[in-house]
């Protein structure tokens, strides 16, 4: 085992390292998270061996440094760091602690959110903005002034009579989160490298040496702190952030004035749910002692006051290893990518995938099997990769020239389309997929036909084309795993009673292009039967106002193709039923099931989505429960969601969506 000093000196470097990397270069390699459990680990290594503590350590002074590109600031007062609580438990005990060393139990602190984005200290020389400077290492900053002039945010001269005639303001300069989006789109699109977070954003963006690109960057600040002030006395935390406002600050619009620990933990419960639909990213809540006297007599260390503690949230980001980029084939051919990573938590949840959406994202992502990402779950169901952490592949990824699965050719449909496709119809990933929407629920709807039973049936040759489910028998399913006698019984009868499901179903079964659940209802009402469907020409499908040219065109080629017409009458003449019956076993596919919409959709607006779902027959409610179907979640989606993954209901994303209603 690596002996105590030398893991404590291992890790100081390894700390020291990724300072230079998160303060200097704003190219952070691991996520906050996974740096704040550093920190904790040395810390903790610290206080059980003293002998090994050393004032330089990076647990003991504020981090980050001055870089010499930019002129040295001395700080009047030096610009400190804060301890960090990670838990309500921490939390308290600084609380209660506090409040003891005062013995007064009514005694205020302000909690406030702590925004992520850089500290920055301003100095107002009789009203005027005469100073810009960044924290550096506390002691001393960077000469940023330049830089800070263009941010709207903050007034050049103070709005009120008698200004101090020296007042040092600090707070945090942001970008918000929509002005990050838009950078980072910028700059891929441009070939550089994304920023992990708007912190680094911030931070990259208020330290150009160019103030034009500082302006571009739409930057913004809250004040929540002083440095040297004189000609001001202020008594209270509060009543200091009220002069900023009168001064013409923005304020943080939460902000809470507590004197019960029961307050703060109700205030972090609120903040916590509504983190995410703020326009400004925050890592947590600052807890600060109101009484300025208060605070002076608690002091601080070298790194942090005593009379502020930060509450953190758990990390939204974590790094890990893209181990392989893995390619998906779907039942109409399309390839998709996907991510498989070494397994790492993240918010309560241990991660293995991530969404890559298509080959160009790859590109733009420069990101190749081997490379350490950075993911990030953030309200979605399935994390998504931010960016290349660490490059550690030497070539690019290339799209698959052939189908991973059958081997067969693949093109792009046309020139716009991102996606590859395989086109062989007898690719059999491609026939694995059609068969579990064929016998998927909303389809032909056969009770116990699972991925798991698809997979043996496929495996075992027991099934070659769609009308073998109608051959099937008792023999067929005899040493499957996880499958017992009465549940064999049970699926044959299902396969035989899905022979009299509606034409509709059936539509909807074959997994025509297009050609979605409400399509398949509206072309089974007005053709009736399957005779009428082959006889129709383009003409007879685009009259019915409801279809659409994509959809109509897509049902002509796939009823007019001998081997799509050969699908349907095989199943014909296994007994599946080919009219319109009135006697559906449910009237809609989304009847009797009930939907709740949150988060932020970005195909569909709320209304159409739900608009569709109550056309389909389903319901919309607006709270989750036992008897919610599905919850169809979003980006951000806070509460609802947790609530869904307690509950154990569905949690569909739009993509999910889209096939359940086949877009
Ligand atoms: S009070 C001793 N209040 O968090 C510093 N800081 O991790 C007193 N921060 O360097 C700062 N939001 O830049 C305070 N509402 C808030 C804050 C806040 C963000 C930053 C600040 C500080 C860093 C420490």
Redesign the pocket.
């Given at each position: 085992m690596e002996n105590i000093q030398n893991l404590i000196e291992r890790l100081r470097k390894e700390l020291t390292r990724h300072n230079a990397l998160y303060y200097d270069k704003n190219e952070p390699e691991i996520s906050d998270g996974e740096y704040d459990a550093l920190v904790r680990e040395l810390e903790r290594l610290e206080q059980e061996h003293p002998l090994f503590a050393l004032s330089k350590s990076p647990t003991k002074k504020v981090s980050g440094y001055a870089s010499s590109s930019f002129q040295p600031i001395k700080h009047a007062v030096p610009?400190?760091?804060?301890d960090n609580a990670y838990s309500r438990e921490e939390t308290a005990s600084w609380y209660e602690r506090t409040v003891k060393k005062f013995n007064d139990s009514k005694l205020e602190f302000v909690i406030?959110?702590?925004?992520d984005g850089v500290?920055a200290s301003l100095t107002y020389l009789d009203g005027i903005l005469t100073v810009g400077a960044t924290?550096g290492d506390g002691e001393t900053g960077e000469d940023v002034t330049e830089n800070i002039k263009t941010i709207q945010d903050m007034p050049r001269k103070l709005k009120i009579e008698n200004p101090p005639n020296f007042f040092e303001l600090?707070g945090?300069v942001y970008i918000d989160k929509s002005d990050f989006e838009k950078l980072n789109e910028k700059i891929s699109c441009l070939g550089g490298q994304k920023f992990a977070n708007p912190r680094n954003a911030a931070s990259g963006s208020l330290r150009q040496k160019n103030s034009q690109i500082t302006a571009e960057r739409n930057l913004s600040f809250f004040v929540?702190?002083f440095g040297k002030v004189d000609g001001k006395q202020f008594e209270k935390q509060s009543e200091f952030l009220k002069y900023c406002q009168d001064c013409g600050f923005k304020l943080q619009s939460d902000f809470k004035i507590c004197s019960s620990f029961g307050e703060v933990s109700k205030f972090i419960d609120m903040m916590f749910q509504k983190r995410d639909s703020l326009n400004y990213e925050i890592d947590g809540l600052?807890i600060?002692v109101n009484s300025l006297k208060s605070q002076n007599e608690l002091g601080s260390t070298n790194k942090?006051?005593r009379w502020?503690v930060?509450f953190k949230f758990p990390s939204k980001q974590a790094t890990t290893k893209l181990t392989k980029i893995r390619a998906q084939v779907g039942r109409t051919g399309m390839i998709t990518p996907s991510a498989v990573l070494d397994p790492v938590p993240l918010g309560g949840v241990t991660i293995s995938r991530a969404t890559l959406h298509n080959f160009e994202e790859i590109e733009r992502l420069n990101v190749n099997e081997g490379d350490i990402v950075l993911i990030e779950r953030a309200g979605d169901v399935i994390p998504k990769i931010v960016k290349v952490a660490r490059k550690e592949s030497k070539v690019f990824f290339k799209p698959p020239q052939k189908c991973p699965s059958c081997g067969g050719e693949v093109a792009k449909e046309n020139e716009e389309e991102v996606a590859y496709r395989c086109i062989n119809p007898e690719c059999p990933a491609q026939f694995r997929r059609r068969l579990m929407h064929f016998v998927s629920r909303n389809a032909m709807d056969i009770d116990g036909f699972g991925e798991a039973v698809v997979d043996q049936v496929l495996e075992k040759k027991k099934l070659r084309k769609l009308s073998d489910i109608y051959r099937l028998s008792y023999n067929d399913f005899v040493g499957f795993e996880l499958f017992k006698d009465k549940k064999a019984d049970n699926l044959i009868k299902a396969i035989a009673e899905s022979k009299k499901r509606p034409l509709s179903r059936l539509i909807f079964a074959l997994g025509i292009r297009h050609v979605g659940e409400k399509v398949s209802e509206i072309v089974a009402k007005r053709f009736k039967t399957m005779e009428a469907l082959f006889a129709a020409s383009l003409e007879d499908f685009l009259k019915v106002s409801e279809i659409g040219e994509v959809s109509a065109l897509s049902l002509k080629e796939f009823f007019e193709n001998a081997t799509t017409r050969r699908v349907v009458e095989d199943l014909a003449l296994s007994g599946v039923s080919m009219t319109e019956t009135e006697t559906s076993k449910k009237g809609s596919q989304f009847e009797e099931r009930t939907f709740v919409l949150t988060g932020e959709l970005e195909k569909y607006a709320r209304e159409k989505a739900a608009e569709i779902i109550k056309s389909l027959g389903g319901k919309v409610a607006s709270s989750v429960s036992k008897k919610t179907d599905y919850v169809l979640a979003g980006a951000k989606a806070g509460s609802k969601l947790e609530k869904a993954k307690e509950l154990n209901v569905k949690i569909i994303d739009e993509a999910e969506f889209e096939e359940l209603i086949n877009i």
């Open positions: 610009m400190l760091s804060l406030e959110p702590k925004v500290s924290r600090r945090e929540h702190s600052v600060k942090s006051p502020a930060a």
